[in-house]
């Protein structure tokens, strides 16, 4: 028998996997090409020639610009969800409660939060672009909320256990940006483990 060749094997793949996978590759490229060059130096064919894939199969998968980086820094922060829960698959202790602050931190430490920073300041310029990333920002804050309050095994039906979660979630926000123009390691670790001590007394 002869060899199988890659356009047959290629030919294999089922078509719908290998457009989901050209998708994945999008919407990797573009929070890439985000975080790294802001939104001015992003344009759809800087990221198809990132991602490997010509601007016509980006422009079929996303037809406009904003349709593209909306849907890779959502993307993006689902999967950094993901992650988060799996690193408490069953919940979190109280005794867990430090790495449970240090792991919410980190969604505003990573490419993710300056991808979107990018994202943020191009929708206060472009009206076609803010009510998309405005509306993007609302669901990924109630997510993180929400994720937050089951870690920390929150209840919120007590006064004041919802405005400290949420002060914990702003002061990750602030540290995200502190930590955009230097190594701000040292401080946020400080800061965690201050955060997670506060909390200990507010939750329990």
């Given at each position: 028998?002869?060899?199988?060749?890659?356009?047959?094997?290629?030919?294999?793949?089922?078509?719908?996997?290998?457009?989901?996978?050209?998708?994945q590759?999008?919407?990797?490229?573009?929070?890439?090409?985000?975080?790294?060059?802001g939104?001015?130096?992003?344009?759809?064919?800087?990221?198809?020639?990132?991602?490997?894939?010509?601007?016509?199969?980006?422009?079929?998968?996303?037809?406009?610009?904003?349709?593209?980086?909306?849907?890779?820094?959502?993307?993006?922060?689902?999967?950094?969800?993901?992650?988060?829960?799996?690193?408490?698959?069953?919940?979190?202790?109280?005794?867990?409660?430090?790495?449970?602050?240090?792991?919410?931190?980190?969604?505003?430490?990573?490419?993710?939060?300056?991808?979107?920073?990018?994202?943020?300041?191009a929708?206060?310029?472009?009206?076609?672009?803010?009510?998309?990333?405005?509306?993007?920002?609302?669901r990924?804050?109630?997510?993180?909320?929400?994720?937050?309050?089951?870690?920390?095994?929150?209840?919120?039906?007590?006064p004041?256990?919802?405005?400290?979660?949420?002060?914990l979630?702003?002061?990750?926000?602030?540290?995200?940006?502190?930590?955009?123009?230097?190594?701000?390691?040292a401080?946020?670790?400080?800061?965690?483990?201050?955060?997670?001590?506060?909390?200990?007394?507010?939750?329990?």
């Open positions: 028998m002869g060899e199988v060749s890659t356009a047959d094997r290629a030919a294999r793949v089922p078509k719908q996997d290998r457009s989901r996978a050209t998708r590759r999008l919407l990797e490229a573009a929070v890439a090409c985000l975080a790294e060059h939104w001015a130096g992003s344009t759809v064919s800087v990221v198809a020639e990132r991602a490997g894939v010509s601007r016509g199969a980006a422009q079929h998968h996303f037809p406009t610009r904003e349709d593209l980086f909306t849907a890779a820094v959502e993307y993006v922060a689902e999967e950094r969800s993901t992650a988060l829960r799996a690193l408490f698959p069953e919940g979190a202790a109280a005794s867990d409660r430090r790495a449970v602050v240090a792991a919410l931190v980190d969604l505003y430490t990573g490419p993710l939060f300056r991808a979107a920073l990018h994202l943020w300041v929708a206060s310029n472009e009206e076609q672009l803010r009510p998309r990333v405005t509306e993007l920002e609302l990924v804050g109630r997510d993180s909320h929400r994720i937050a309050v089951e870690l920390l095994g929150a209840d919120e039906s007590r004041g256990v919802r405005e400290t979660v949420q002060g979630l702003d002061m990750a926000r602030g540290l995200g940006l502190a930590n955009l123009l230097t190594d701000d390691t401080r946020r670790d400080r800061v965690v483990a201050q955060w997670a001590d506060l909390l200990d007394e507010a939750l329990r």
